[in-house]
Each structure stands twice: as structure tokens, then as C-alpha cells.
């Protein structure tokens, strides 16, 4: 089974933050995060009223954090020549061949970490922090299908 692809800039931005997302840990630091910057503003109006300098601060840094986040996803996508290329995956039983224009990657089964599914993306995890990712659109609903067998086959940890 072949699926062709190639991220446009959007794409790897959405792909970066689905990845990043699809940890847990990401998910419970940033409501744990959420959740002190608010009782911090609840705590600082209820002793002054709402005041500007007790809002303000929280604000900024929540706003922060997702734009420093954003633009170096932005700057890795254009100093690395590699991110737009057209990638061929080519799920095979034994294995997972990855060809770029200027790289070619084997994988054997045993080597993934998991391969899971969202709404949007397939991300074949290489490890516990390093994943590729394909658009679903790319993948046909039969070809999904065969890959949850082969991955079944190989016991790869999948939740297609």
C-alpha cells in the first residue's frame, strides 16, 4: 500500500500542533496551566476588583507561549528544505519504507512506538516524541483498513 503526500506550510503547522497535542502530558500541563492562570485573576479581582495589572499579566503570557510556538514551527518549515517535499510512505508487511526527493527511510515494524489517528492525521510515531505525519484525505478508507491489519499483524500499538 503507497500514500503520497506533501505538506504545504499549513499543513506542517496543523500536523506540529497535532503532535504536540496528541501527548497527554501537553494536555494535562496546559489545563493545569488554565486552570492557575484563572483562579489567579478570579483571586486578584475578588481582593482589588478588576484591575488591569492582576489581568494583564496572565493574558500575555498565555498569548505568549502558542506565538513563540508558532513561529518556530513557521522558521523550521522554511530553513529545512526537507519539510515540503513530496514523501512517499509505502506500508508494506514487514516494514515501513519513507522516500523523499533527497531521503530514503526503513522502518520495520518492531522500531514504532504506535501509530494513532485523529480526525485530520495519521501520525506513525517513531518514538514517544517523534512522529510523521500523513492527512487522512490522502488515505483511502480501504487502504486504512489494510494498514490497521498489518499493524495488527506486526502488534503495533494502533487505534485505527
Do not use: H
Amino acid at each position: 500500500m503507497i500514500v503520497k503526500t506533501k505538506l504545504s506550510e499549513k499543513d506542517y503547522i496543523n500536523a506540529s500542533i497535532a503532535i504536540l497535542f496528541a501527548r497527554s502530558y501537553t494536555r494535562n500541563f496546559l489545563g493545569i496551566a488554565c486552570v492557575v492562570i484563572l483562579m489567579n485573576i478570579i483571586s486578584g479581582i475578588v481582593r482589588s476588583g478588576l484591575v488591569i495589572a492582576n489581568v494583564l499579566p496572565p493574558i500575555i503570557i498565555l498569548g505568549i507561549f502558542p506565538a513563540v510556538f508558532y513561529f518556530s514551527i513557521k522558521r523550521g518549515y522554511r530553513n529545512n528544505k526537507r519539510m515540503n517535499e513530496s514523501i512517499e510512505y509505502n506500508f508494506m508487511q514487514n516494514d515501513l519504507v519513507v522516500t523523499g526527493e533527497s531521503f530514503k527511510s526503513e522502518l520495520s515494524w518492531n522500531k514504532v512506538y504506535k501509530v494513532a489517528k485523529t480526525n485530520k492525521w495519521l501520525l506513525i510515531w517513531q518514538t514517544r516524541q517523534i512522529a510523521n505525519a500523513i492527512p487522512i484525505n490522502n488515505i483511502a478508507g480501504d487502504d486504512l483498513t489494510k494498514l490497521k491489519n498489518i499493524l495488527t499483524d506486526n502488534q503495533v500499538v494502533n487505534n485505527l
